[in-house]
């Protein structure tokens, strides 16, 4: 089953800009996931951050994780055409055993 | 080696054919799981084998049928498939802790 929701479901900026991603989840968690899926193709891992960690940076990558509100944020500077995909954010909890999927935000970044 | 490899690409098939999807990785993971991807929706979790032993999601039709020979190849025998079995089928490896899990390309299946 889904366990959060992400926002927006689709974004459209321009190269150079800067992408903000919204993930919201339901129950305690372990640690938070994020995926990077081009069209039909695997899902390949961006970052993850701890149920402790707050802020996280890879690269162009940054992500925020606020526990008391059951939110993380995924931003990426400076964008490129190559950074068009679909991006998912995907928990871990103790309970569940099993890493489950938010429903994903469709980036895309035009020339 | 950092990959999953998964066989075929592509598989179309009729309704009372019996067909089997592989994956295979060579990173000394506990931890195999099958995915289903339908268009623009996330990945839904339909088995692990986690150090040999089998987790389902009860809602998998018992058409899917996973098995794993050993710790580095996982397969996904299918029969008699609906139409709406149609989707990507990703296979994921991991250690089997809270880790990341390294997705293969996928299979794109389709059931006429």
């Known amino acids: 089953s889904q366990q959060g929701e992400e926002d927006p479901q689709a974004l459209s900026i321009q190269e150079g800009e800067n992408a903000t991603m919204n993930c919201s989840y339901k129950?305690?968690?372990?640690?938070l996931q994020w995926y990077r899926q081009n069209s039909g193709r695997g899902l390949v891992h961006l970052i993850l951050i701890r149920s402790n960690e707050r802020e996280k940076h890879s690269g162009r990558l940054r992500v925020t994780l606020d526990t008391s509100k059951k939110s993380s944020s995924l931003l990426i500077t400076a964008s490129r055409a190559a950074d068009t995909a679909s991006y998912f954010c995907a928990t871990f909890s103790g309970s569940a055993r099993q890493l489950t999927f938010g429903s994903g935000t469709q980036l895309t970044v035009l020339p | 080696d950092t990959e999953v490899t998964q066989t075929p690409k592509h598989l179309v098939m009729g309704m009372t054919n019996k067909k089997s999807l592989k994956c295979e990785q060579h990173?000394?993971?506990?931890?195999m799981y099958w995915y289903k991807q339908k268009a623009k929706k996330p990945p839904e979790l339909m088995f692990v084998y986690s150090y040999e032993k089998l987790s389902i999601n009860e809602s998998v039709p018992s058409r899917f049928s996973p098995e794993c020979p050993n710790s580095s190849l996982l397969n996904l025998h299918l029969h008699a498939l609906q139409p709406e079995d149609s989707a990507l089928y990703l296979c994921a490896s991991s250690t089997g802790g809270w880790d990341e899990q390294f997705f293969g390309p996928g299979t794109r299946l389709t059931v006429l």
């Open positions: 990173m000394g993971h506990r931890a």
């Open positions: 129950t305690s968690i372990n640690n």
